[in-house]
């Protein structure tokens, strides 16, 4: 199993950007695919992107298609998350979590085999 870290949130403008990044522990991450989602209060946990383990297939939400881009270097044990164009909207917590499956459905928090602690990401109007 992998153990993940989630950097790099923090506080933006509207029409800003961030880089967030996951970084996991375990020589087996690169057979792990990686899955983005956030949760803003108040609101349920929501789906944001996903990356195969190869990078060679990945999937957004489509609130964020076009303006958020998933990419991985396993060499580094890291999954990014480019996010551009970021509206207040986008503000919540983000968390990356871990699966040896490749998904389209996500079930409940406890049916992936890892998760991140979160980063606060903040878009201001």
């Known amino acids: 199993q992998v153990q993940l870290v989630e950097s790099g949130g923090g506080l933006v403008q509207a029409g800003g950007s961030l880089r967030l990044s996951c970084a996991a522990s375990?020589?087996?991450?690169?057979?792990?695919?990686i899955y983005w989602f956030r949760q803003a209060p108040g609101k349920e946990r929501e789906f944001v992107a996903a990356?195969?383990?190869?990078?060679?297939?990945?999937n957004y939400a489509d609130s964020v298609k076009g303006r958020f881009t998933i990419s991985r270097e396993n060499a580094k044990n890291t999954v990014y998350l480019q996010m551009n164009s970021l509206k207040p909207e986008d503000t919540a917590v983000y968390y990356c979590?871990?699966?040896?499956?490749?998904?389209?459905?996500?079930?409940?928090?406890?049916?992936?085999?890892?998760w991140g602690q979160g980063t606060q990401v903040t878009v201001s109007s």
């Open positions: 979590a871990a699966d040896r499956f490749w998904r389209t459905t996500w079930g409940t928090p406890s049916s992936f085999d890892s």
């Open positions: 375990g020589r087996t991450f690169g057979s792990y695919q």
């Open positions: 990356i195969t383990w190869s990078g060679a297939n990945t």
